[in-house]
């Protein structure tokens, strides 16, 4: 409805027609559509998209479709596929929106939307090339629409991807006064012979290193919200119980539950570029709904299981906090939620300890948390 | 939430996990999300994912995200690019899905929402190459979304491209009960000299052709709902106020509403692939929200003018119609709606014959609309 390609303008709405009819009768406007704050929301989001165009994107405002040069021969920056494989993905941030929307935060859920799809996608060895959203909402207020996009940028620039597009609709009818939804959708790319496929690859002996979230991430909103209803929780408290996590200590339980997505796009395409040859990783798995026994699964070939050791780290006191409020199961905790552990990755365990090392110098909390044996492609958490 | 990559089925939510929790407490399934409508739902649909895929999509069940060959090298499918710029654009289908939710038809609101995407990505010249579809819903009804996305994979067929994936998320808190919302992403590719830009190329005395629509598409429906009910029109009533128009002579209004959008995909990609040197097209435009002044004019260069006889075709008799019953304005209508006409073409007047005679054998209705002319980057409506 208020397309957003290549940061355009809403030119067509203002296009020399007269702003309203000349005999009363229907009209769009009346109709439920606020174009001016449309327009409005436009302009506002231009300068979050701009900074994420780098030279490769082409094209000018008022383009009906973003456009992004696969190759580049130039000096500087140069790309070059031999035989490029495009990956792309879609995923919504769930109703971690509504935990926005209810604090009125609005600047970090659109990191969250690229978290969600740049994550999925270097699983198989991609480099995210470009993102768009899709807002859909009541109607558009320009200043919370430009909070959600610049989310959406700076999710982009730390996964190092143009922010190409996006489109805002205007549905009164579908999404109640002040709600909204937030999806997006990532295309990267990968040279064929670089694809990972963990189902193939993964061998007994292999070694399975787990990264840190920065909390709980995008999955599991539903039953955060159920939890704080339920136990009465206090959004704009600071509570001792997660004290102990420098990340969430001293922090209000709203502000450490919309604690962004973290990205680990740098850090993992960094590493696979680092190995021109050889091949270290067998398999990567982000972990998502489903938790590490329903993500790290999707890694495994049918006859291998990937055997978890709980101790290997500290599940954050959050979790906990959550659980015992939530009087939650404990393998429900695991099912619904990441515990701690976002991205994992299988290696052989020749190279285990330089991978780690390599991500630990790129920022990362790594945990060594079991290893690949015999089985039937399921996650033992032991 | 219910990530459809690849068709892929939800392996993780049966990834030897216990179907419920054995101690009582709050758990994810009882917080709203219902995991067997969803597993159900992701069965049904693959099918419809699998018959747009050719021998360029790779990646197992199960995957992260969806991946396709930009390059082909075997005899069959051949493509190889030079300088290939991907294209990507997202849209929805705006509240088009309030009437087809309303009708309790959703087999066809997915070609809706394919056409509304690849049709902006042709206007650039790019051929599109795959697609991916976000649902956000009150409760994933496993026989509705089956519908929703054999639309989507109609529309994928009639465009000739992969639906990778997509995105089933269900949000009880965000969607009322019985609603859902439709996004759609599209990525196309089209060789570095061959991108169509409007704004540089088009001269005075192009000619302007339009390519009849099928009704409505998907735009203005806000306004078409409001004159529904202001009108207390009846959408399972055949009126004869269109019976002149072959396409929705005796058909009751609420199936002419939900006719689906025109993909103009295979016509255009197919003219373009016809002039291998020559440049006949300096410039297109998809006739979306905005109408034939608001998107024709995205075509134009600040110094031209489009200059279009509305007597150069008929508009059908669905808009005088709704016009009516809404007591219009004239230039609202025009704003508002593709008033019969979905694609325009800015064509060199030595080529307007041939190119009018090629899409004429595509099956489509041409109409000449007018010409540029020296002005102000303004679509004239005379």
Do not use: W
């Given at each position: 409805m208020f397309d957003r390609?290549?940061?355009?303008?809403?030119?067509?709405?203002?296009?020399?027609?007269?702003?309203?009819?000349?005999?009363?009768?229907?009209?769009?406007?009346?109709?439920?559509?606020?174009?001016?704050?449309?327009?409005?929301?436009v302009d506002l989001i231009q300068s979050h998209l701009r900074r994420t165009h780098g030279p490769r994107v082409l094209g000018k405002h008022g383009a009906f479709a973003g456009?992004?040069?696969?190759?580049?021969?130039?000096?500087?920056f140069q790309r070059n596929y031999k035989d490029p494989v495009l990956v792309a993905c879609t995923d919504g941030v769930g109703t971690k929106v509504k935990l926005a929307i209810q604090?009125?935060?609005?600047?970090?859920?659109?990191?969250?939307?690229?978290?969600?799809?740049?994550?999925?996608?270097?699983?198989?060895?991609?480099?995210?090339?470009?993102?768009?959203d899709y807002v859909g909402l009541h109607k558009v207020v320009p200043e919370q629409m430009e909070r959600v996009v610049k989310g959406v940028s700076d999710g982009c620039a730390i996964a190092g991807c143009a922010l190409l597009g996006g489109e805002t609709a205007e549905m009164p009818d579908v999404y109640a006064a002040g709600d909204y939804d937030l999806a997006g959708f990532a295309v990267g790319v990968v040279e064929l012979k670089k694809v990972i496929e963990g189902h193939e690859r993964v061998e007994p002996g292999d070694v399975i290193l787990g990264l840190a979230s920065s909390g709980v991430h995008s999955n599991g909103y539903s039953l955060v919200r159920a939890v704080v209803e339920h136990a009465k929780l206090k959004l704009d408290r600071v509570y001792d119980d997660y004290a102990d996590d420098p990340l969430h200590a001293g922090r209000a339980l709203g502000d450490v539950l919309l604690e962004p997505t973290r990205i680990y796009v740098k850090p993992i395409v960094s590493l696979l570029r680092g190995y021109k040859v050889k091949r270290p990783i067998s398999g990567m798995a982000h972990v998502t709904g489903g938790g590490l026994p329903g993500n790290l699964n999707r890694a495994l070939p049918p006859d291998i299981d990937a055997k978890v050791d709980r101790k290997s780290w500290d599940v954050p006191p959050l979790f906990r906090f959550l659980q015992r409020h939530g009087d939650i199961d404990e393998d429900e905790?695991?099912?619904?939620?990441?515990?701690?552990?976002?991205?994992?990755?299988?290696?052989?365990?020749?190279?285990?300890?330089?991978?780690?090392d390599k991500l630990r110098r790129a920022g990362q909390t790594v945990h060594v948390l079991g290893k690949a044996v015999r089985g039937k492609g399921r996650v033992r958490l032991v």
């Open positions: 390609p290549n940061a355009a303008a809403l030119s067509h709405y203002d296009a020399g027609m007269p702003d309203a009819p000349t005999k009363p009768g229907l009209t769009y406007a009346a109709s439920g559509v606020d174009i001016d704050a449309g327009d409005r929301a456009m992004f040069r696969l190759d580049y021969n130039e000096k500087l604090l009125g935060v609005h600047d970090t859920i659109g990191q969250d939307c690229v978290a969600m799809n740049v994550n999925d996608m270097i699983v198989q060895g991609a480099e995210p090339l470009l993102f768009l905790m695991f099912r619904v939620f990441n515990m701690g552990i976002g991205y994992t990755l299988i290696v052989r365990p020749h190279f285990a300890d330089a991978v780690a």
